[in-house]
């Protein structure tokens, strides 16, 4: 595989698209399919190891779902989309988010983000868009890709980025919706609440984050709106404060080299799940992040997607916005839940995820699961074949490990990293798929990609090489390696290696330690590993739940001073650790969106320029808040203008 590579008839970089007639075929060392962010990051990382690349693109821009499109025809997020993966755990390891993009990021600023991540690594020239792959064909030399304009590309290797928000799962309409005569859509359909809808009794269907954007969306817009998760769902906070003096924080931040050595997300007591517990819902008994009883189920903390959008549970109050279970059947308009009870709707919304497809790739390579392909990357038989982005993790962002996937393939492609051997290929596929079978064992085993992201990442890593040397950190420089096994988890860990960038690299991981686990942290969740603390919760949330859902519970919960009991357990966590978490972020979210818009009226920035060319930059034009070139004083966050390091809502983060 390595010595291919250089033999195959490599154009100059950057011009083929706009010096080709229709038909003409352009021959790269790669073909990338999507630009997306996957896409864009596997671009720059065949960029980085010196292989001639071309990224093929649907739309006429890049970004994937992060461009917004009010089109229900074309996946996208939903106009108030914000990220449920923090800056820390999303940005990518060389180009860090600038600290004024806030903890979550709205998505316009995501996809001013990935326009300045392409500018800055020059990735436009690499990238055609308006050009839909219709059909691959594996070749001897290698593939060659049919597009929608007539053009054909050939490569020596093919890599898909085409996400995994594309078909979406509409299969309940047909057995637990049938019957019902109301209106059906899914959530794919829905970018902003639906004004015909108004007043109207909505039905939401599956609990994945798109179930909360809709709820958090929708709850002034329906008369009542009632949430069906039929097999439970786990949650987590945005935000929260994991000590009632210490200031709110992302939870997701929450992790480190040290604390995965401490208490390990693989094995079965993560240790942060007392912390989730105790920070999620009203009580530390509050099992699965909610402690909702009708979205319980039998998987434990940390082995089951969670949902990181649990602000939504603020607003559960079994009045409106209602707690349900399966569906049992549905009979015109009514539909009745597995707890006996029946309800009129006049909408239902199925937020029952996507499924993945490649209709343009052969049937032999279309066919294949994805935990059947080498780490979820690599075709087995044919490792010319790649995908990057397929791995979805419980806690952390997709796009983290489509960056370390890219990063793989491209040292495979170009012969940096060995390929292991076609037998040694087919032994860790039967190998990772026994033991995530084991690890999601609780879970509908659905979302195929599944995993646990750091277990995932580091072992990517290890496989490209570029898993950190912790040792040798230590031994050159102790003080680097100190903030390197401290620091929360950031895919600058992973640039730790490279001598040119690893300063860049300490100095990211060092600004993302601010407000997160210091050393009392660390010795108490030390101290509760060593107490089985989490063991001791998992027991008592059992006996909360038992005692939630006896019938004799049923008729007391409601007396006064069963009540009053309830205020007073969980008054004390109430104050020390609820409303200054989400509230108080959600503000300065919502300042600085003002403040956006303030920004716009002042600027008033010239329309960008049209963009139909395959070369042309879309933002080109317009005012950026990320400079093309970032200036290194510390590397970090360099590419916001100095206006915005001025804002008031700037100041209001920094002071928190
Ligand atoms: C509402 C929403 C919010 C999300 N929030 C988060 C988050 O907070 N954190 C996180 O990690 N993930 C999040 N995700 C998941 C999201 O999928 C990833 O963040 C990321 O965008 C995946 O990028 P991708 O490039 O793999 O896929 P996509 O963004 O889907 O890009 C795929 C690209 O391939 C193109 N394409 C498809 N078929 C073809 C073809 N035949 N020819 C040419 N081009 C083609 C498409 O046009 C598209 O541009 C969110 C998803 C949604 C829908
Ligand atoms: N704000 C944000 O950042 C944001 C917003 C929306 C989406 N996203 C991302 O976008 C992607 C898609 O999210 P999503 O919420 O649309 O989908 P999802 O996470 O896949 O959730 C789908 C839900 O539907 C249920 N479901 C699906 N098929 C079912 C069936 N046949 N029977 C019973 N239940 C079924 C699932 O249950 P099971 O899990 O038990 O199968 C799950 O509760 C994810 O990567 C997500 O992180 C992010």
Redesign the pocket.
């Known amino acids: 595989m390595d010595d291919t590579h250089t033999t195959s008839v490599v154009s100059a970089s950057g011009v083929m698209a706009d010096h080709l007639s229709s038909t003409e075929s352009c021959h790269q060392d790669v073909i990338v399919i999507g630009a997306g962010w996957s896409g864009l990051v596997c671009c720059k990382s065949m960029m980085e190891e010196g292989l001639s690349v071309v990224t093929l693109e649907t739309r006429d821009n890049i970004g994937g779902v992060w461009c917004y499109s009010d089109d229900p025809n074309v996946p996208s997020?939903?106009k108030t989309?914000?990220?449920?993966?923090s800056s820390t755990v999303t940005e990518m390891s060389d180009y860090p988010m600038p600290e004024e993009i806030g903890m979550f990021p709205h998505h316009t600023d995501i996809l001013e983000y990935l326009q300045a991540y392409a500018k800055e690594f020059d990735l436009y020239p690499h990238i055609c868009l308006n050009t839909t792959v219709e059909r691959t064909e594996r070749t001897e030399e290698g593939w060659r890709a049919f597009c929608s304009s007539g053009r054909v590309y050939t490569s020596r290797y093919l890599v898909i980025a085409t996400g995994?928000?594309q078909r979406p799962?509409r299969?309940?309409e047909d057995?637990?919706l049938k019957g019902f005569t109301g209106t059906v859509l899914h959530?794919c359909e829905i970018k902003h609440p639906l004004e015909e809808f108004q007043g109207k009794r909505l039905l939401i269907?599956?609990?994945?984050?798109?179930?909360?954007?809709i709820c958090l969306d929708w709850y002034n817009h329906a008369s009542v709106i009632y949430w069906s998760?039929?097999?439970?769902?786990h949650f987590f906070r945005k935000y929260t404060k994991v000590v009632p003096w210490g200031k709110p924080q992302a939870l997701d931040k929450a992790s480190s080299r040290l604390m995965k050595s401490i208490a390990p997300y693989h094995h079965s007591k993560p240790g942060l799940s007392w912390v989730c517990k105790w920070t999620s819902n009203g009580s530390l008994l509050a099992y699965q992040g909610h402690g909702i009883p009708e979205w319980r189920n039998n998987a434990a903390f940390f082995k089951f997607?969670i949902?990181?959008?649990g602000k939504v549970l603020d607003f559960v109050d079994y009045e409106h916005l209602v707690p349900k279970g399966?569906i049992i059947h549905c009979e015109g308009k009514q539909v009745t839940f597995v707890d006996g009870t029946a309800h009129e709707f006049d909408l239902v919304i199925m937020?029952?995820?996507?499924s993945v497809r490649y209709p343009y790739l052969p049937e032999r390579y279309s066919n294949v699961g994805i935990r059947d392909r080498h780490k979820m990357v690599f075709d087995v038989e044919d490792p010319t074949l790649a995908f990057v982005g397929l791995a979805?993790p419980i806690v952390g962002s997709?796009v983290t490990l489509s960056e370390l996937n890219s990063r793989w393939a491209a040292k495979i492609f170009s012969g940096k990293v060995p390929l292991k051997t076609l037998e040694e290929r087919k032994e860790d596929v039967k190998r990772d798929t026994a033991f995530w079978n084991d690890y999601l064992k609780n879970?509908?085993q659905?979302?195929e990609g599944l995993v646990e992201g750091f277990t995932y990442g580091d072992d990517i890593a290890r496989h490209a090489g570029v898993f950190p040397n912790y040792w040798s950190l230590l031994k050159s420089h102790p003080k680097q390696w100190l903030v390197a096994i401290t620091a929360p988890y950031n895919s600058a860990t992973y640039r730790l290696n490279e001598e040119d960038k690893r300063d860049q690299a300490i100095a990211t991981m060092r600004s993302h330690q601010k407000v997160t686990l210091g050393p009392v942290q660390y010795m108490l969740i030390l101290f509760m590993r060593l107490i089985w603390f989490d063991w001791w919760l998992g027991k008592l949330s059992s006996v909360k739940f038992w005692f939630q859902t006896s019938p004799w519970w049923k008729r007391v919960r409601s007396w006064r001073l069963i009540r009053a009991l309830d205020y007073l357990w969980t008054r004390p966590k109430a104050i020390c650790f609820d409303k200054t978490s989400d509230d108080r972020n959600e503000m300065s979210a919502r300042a600085k969106v003002l403040m956006r818009a303030h920004l716009a009226q002042l600027s008033k920035p010239p329309p960008p320029a049209p963009t139909t060319s395959a070369t042309s930059h879309p933002n080109g034009t317009t005012t950026s808040r990320f400079s093309s070139h970032p200036t290194t004083t510390n590397g970090i966050h360099s590419h916001m203008t100095n206006s915005m390091r001025l804002l008031p809502e700037t100041r209001t983060r920094k002071q928190q």
């Open positions: 997020v939903m989309t914000q990220c449920t993966s995994v928000v799962n299969d309940l057995t637990m959530a269907l599956g609990g994945g984050e798109t179930g909360s954007d998760i039929p097999r439970g769902q997607f949902n990181k959008n399966a937020s029952t995820g996507y979805r997709i879970t509908s659905r979302i």
